[in-house]
RNA sequence: UGCCUUGUGGCGCAACGGUAGCGCGUCUGAUUCUGAAUCAGAAGAUCGAGGUUCAAAUCCUCGCGGGGCAACCA
């Protein structure tokens, strides 16, 4: 709904306005090209709400294609995991699962077509000597000793590198164009190199892989896509995205680029991903703290609700960053019109009520989502014995306190008012029992005295125990990436684990990735640790809490 | 001292020559058996200087500031 109301963002108008024209023949197809070599995280998202996303509204095709050109890096395990994540996300490419790998003979093929035409050579010169032949930013470069090389010695040296005559990197082929040009890029970019290297999907078939520039372009081409998506980092090469299309004049995508998407208190690089997980700050790629889809998904963050940040962020081409706090407003919206509620109390005091019969048990009805009557309701069990939140009791308590303190009355959620009459103090002078009377004329629903606060509770003889882990910021800085020492600032309290949480009995039986909202303390998913008699449950995000903000700004 | 790109509230995104608007965040207040949700309201912005024009965030100059690019990575 909010969607159909936005104005568009530049490339939707794009698109808008080619299908307008009629540019493309009525046909829209965009495609997701990831390399398999890593987890997709938040930021591949928002391409992939982008492209698929771009496809569906005009009525056209998204592609999945992974550029797997480099045999070095890749693996089948992250092409399984990107592919199921993706479809978790809540894409589909149907029929359109292609690989660049595919494409491999026909990308020979018109390499040797672009010998032919005198546009691309065989190249002697090592790696370190290509690189002090290209240049500088400010610098040209100079023509390599073998760029006239004749067509014929081309060919045939070409054909003698897929032959497999040669050791890794004594050859490369690489296009004419221009040593001089301001943009590196064209400054004959190397097309192929030699990997003796069996790829994880052609086996030991190739010893030449065509490099990223030489296969995106033209794998768009034979997949007739219409407009290709990409991060702005590919606007450089965008010319020779064009180059390549038009030296071999065949059907030419167009490329857009857009800003890749950061979030604050987080990193987004492969690399320093892969750092977290290899030196163990985090415990895997499905960390609940990692920004990774892995990593949200058993954290709880609902697929919609990933979609609906990536809608909000919106398309453009300026470096951004975004809060962290979107994302979680977005997953608190979406969890809180889904998730069924249920009490359970974290940090547990013991709570007796001296005027409820012992051995007594009541059962109190309690709904399952305000927010939606279909969801109904439930029983949970009330008793003498009640858990409670240790914040939710003070002895001295503070100005505009609305719990529970001596001599003040609050509502036990869909129970009895009860009044506190006492506590019961350890040897080191702490509260280890509060004792309290109840009204029995105040059950839940029936009596309409107003009291200020309303708190949740388990009943002692029916609470499962349960553990619960807290999550919060990965990182204390805005922007972890902008030191040199980016790891100093990662959150030394990011994960809280409470080994002693009791649910109420209704809970005992969640399965795993099943969401809650723990009333008044947040929404919860079921980990997949939980094992018969040992409940997990992450905290997805809290709630919003007026009370910690008005305390925090007391203290300050 | 090359090439590409980009400057709108704290953050993100609109306004495409005609009253600068939306979301998040922040702050009030109402309501409430979740200090949640909901509702009502507030504060807060066009990088700078010149031009063009009745009128400029928008067009033109000149500054200043961000980001990216020199793998046989993608």
Redesign the pocket.
């Known amino acids: 709904m909010s969607t159909s109301e936005?104005?568009p963002?530049?490339i939707r108008?794009i698109v808008a306005e080619e299908t307008a024209s009629n540019k493309w023949g009525g046909r829209v197809v965009t495609r997701y090209?990831p390399?398999p070599n890593g987890y997709l995280h938040i930021g591949h998202a928002k391409a992939i709400c982008l492209d698929f996303g771009v496809a569906q509204e005009f009525g056209g095709q998204g592609h999945l294609r992974f550029?797997d050109?480099?045999p070095t890096?890749e693996e089948t395990e992250f092409v399984e995991s990107i592919k199921a994540d993706i479809r978790w996300l809540g894409f589909d490419w149907g029929e359109h699962l292609y690989y660049a790998s595919d494409y491999f003979e026909q990308l020979y093929l018109w390499a040797v077509e672009l010998i032919r035409k005198g546009k691309a050579y065989v190249d002697d010169?090592?790696?370190d000597e290509?690189?002090e032949h290209?240049?500088?930013?400010?610098a040209p470069g100079r023509d390599s000793p073998w760029r006239d090389r004749p067509v014929i010695d081309n060919l045939d040296l070409f054909a003698r590198m897929r032959a497999g005559e040669f050791p890794?990197?004594?050859?490369?082929l690489r296009a004419k164009i221009d040593m001089a040009a301001?943009?590196?890029?064209l400054r004959d970019p190397?097309m192929y190199?030699?990997?003796h290297a069996s790829h994880h999907r052609t086996g030991d078939a190739w010893c030449i892989?065509?490099?990223?520039?030489w296969?995106?372009g033209q794998s768009d081409s034979i997949e007739r896509i219409t407009h290709s998506l990409c991060t702005?980092?590919?606007?450089?090469?965008r010319p020779l995205y064009d180059w390549y299309l038009d030296a071999l004049g065949i059907y030419h995508p167009r490329q857009i680029e857009f800003?890749r998407l950061n979030v604050s208190h987080t990193v987004l690089s492969k690399r320093k991903l892969l750092q977290l997980v290899s030196e163990k700050i985090v415990a895997g790629w499905d960390d609940p703290r990692m920004p990774t889809l892995s990593g949200m998904r058993r954290r709880g963050y609902p697929p919609e609700a990933i979609r609906d940040f990536c809608d909000?962020?919106?398309?453009?081409?300026?470096?951004?960053?975004?809060?962290l706090?979107?994302l979680?407003?977005c997953v608190?919206?979406d969890l809180?019109k889904r998730a069924p509620?249920g009490m359970a109390v974290l940090h547990p005091l013991k709570v007796v009520i001296e005027n409820f019969p012992e051995g007594k048990v009541e059962e109190m009805e309690a709904v399952n989502?305000?927010?939606d009557a279909t969801m109904g309701a439930r029983k949970v069990p009330f008793a003498r014995e009640l858990w409670i939140e240790q914040d939710d009791f003070r002895e001295d308590p503070p100005p505009?306190?609305?719990?529970l303190s001596p001599g003040v009355e609050v509502?036990l959620?869909?129970?009895y008012i009860i009044k506190c009459t006492g506590v019961v103090k350890n040897e080191r002078g702490e509260v280890v029992e509060v004792h309290c009377t109840y009204d029995p004329a105040t059950?839940?629903?029936?009596a309409d005295r107003?009291v200020k606060?309303?708190?949740?509770w388990v009943s002692v003889q029916h609470a499962r125990s349960a553990e619960v882990r807290l999550y919060d910021h990965l990182f204390l800085t805005l922007k972890p990436d902008e030191s040199e020492d980016w790891k100093a600032s990662v959150n030394p309290n990011s994960l809280e684990r409470l080994m002693n949480c009791y649910v109420e009995p209704a809970l005992a039986n969640a399965a795993p990735g099943e969401r809650f909202?723990f009333?008044?303390t947040g929404y919860f998913c079921v980990d997949p640790d939980t094992a018969p008699g040992h409940l997990v449950f992450n905290r997805t995000v809290s709630?919003?809490?007026?009370?910690?903000?008005?305390e925090k700004?007391e203290t300050r």
């Not at 892989?209 to 520039?213: G, R, T």
């Not at 606060?453 to 949740?456: A, E, F, M, R, S």
């Open positions: 936005k104005t963002d530049f108008a090209p390399e550029d050109t480099n890096k010169l090592s790696m290509i690189r290209r240049g500088t930013l400010t890794d990197g004594a050859k490369t301001g943009n590196v890029n190397v190199r030699i990997r892989y065509p490099l990223y520039d296969a995106h702005m980092e590919y606007e450089d090469h800003a909000r962020i919106g398309v453009g081409k300026t470096q951004n960053l975004i809060e706090a979107l979680e407003h608190r919206e809180n509620r989502n305000p927010e505009k306190y609305f719990r509502r959620r869909y129970a059950r839940g629903g029936t107003k606060g309303t708190i949740h909202q009333e008044r709630l919003r809490d007026a009370w910690a903000r008005l700004a």
